[in-house]
């Protein structure tokens, strides 16, 4: 791949990821597209070797532009946004300390932002997934989603996003918010910008595992349940719905958290 002047700030908050957070760097060394990488990693109170870890591979690594920020624990969005205070490049990346992109991710993204001067945030899929069309709407290869799909499924898993980093068009993460943040963070930035969902999948989350029930915060199911709830009343109060989508979007909602629940019970 011709090389660019073009800077990509990868944020990546970082708990407790002894066993992850190298294989999360790696996925970024290995991308197809050669550009300025802007690696912010922020500690976030971690009590296992993390730290220790990223500097041994910033030491071996020293044509990586790796920078890490210490804080007390104050939860995945406080970190994201500790990292974005930071982020200079032309485009911003998140990467989950505990995820990590495939080799043509970010080519891959940033050739639809060149063909696509309109796109502001752009995700892919995750885990092998392929959407071919939601309640009638034929998913094309690149899809735009508004506010109220993502009312119906996150379709942006965070370390599949990638955004530009505009001025106008600031990510900020709600720091009271300890699940579906980033569900409302791209519900809330959607409404004033075009987003997009590029139909493949670049990302492999959580050793890839199934997305709910299963490990992480995503394993408690009633807190995802409540934070969605959380996310139906912002769009409600944004404007983004009505007040029979609201109650349409709550009943949904319970009904999907009942089938993960049955899921879940059968998945043993």
């Avoid at 104050?74 to 946004?81: F, L, P, T, Y």
């Avoid at 910008?193 to 590029?198: A, G």
Wanted: hydrophobic residues 40%; contains cysteine.
């Amino acid at each position: 791949v011709k090389s660019t002047e073009l800077v990509i700030s990868v944020v990546i908050p970082m708990y407790n990821a002894a066993d992850t957070i190298v294989r999360a760097l790696d996925s970024v060394k290995r991308q197809t597209y050669r550009c300025g990488y802007q690696i912010l990693i922020v500690d976030d109170g971690s009590d296992d070797n993390s730290r220790e870890i990223v500097d041994n591979y910033m030491a071996d690594n020293p044509q990586m532009d790796i920078s890490v920020v210490s804080q007390p624990n104050r939860g995945v969005s406080a970190a994201r946004n500790a990292a974005l205070r930071q982020a200079d490049g032309d485009y911003i990346a998140f990467l989950d300390s505990d995820d990590e992109w495939l080799p043509e991710k970010i080519e891959k993204q940033i050739a639809v932002f060149q063909q696509n001067a309109d796109v502001d945030l752009l995700g892919t899929n995750r885990n092998g997934e392929h959407i071919e069309c939601l309640f009638g709407l034929k998913f094309r290869h690149l899809t735009r989603i508004s506010s109220k799909m993502l009312l119906f499924k996150n379709f942006f898993p965070t370390p599949s996003v990638i955004v530009k980093n505009d001025s106008e068009r600031k990510i900020a993460f709600e720091e009271n918010r300890h699940f579906m943040e980033d569900a409302e963070c791209w519900i809330r930035f959607c409404k004033r910008n075009n987003c997009y969902l590029l139909n493949e999948s670049l990302v492999i989350t959580g050793g890839g595992k199934p997305s709910f029930g299963f490990s992480g915060l995503s394993s408690n199911m009633k807190k995802m349940h409540q934070g969605e709830i959380k996310n139906i009343q912002v769009a409600y109060k944004s404007g983004i719905i009505n007040r029979f989508e609201y109650c349409f979007f709550y009943v949904y909602s319970l009904l999907k958290y009942l089938r993960r629940l049955i899921i879940k019970k059968f998945r043993k």
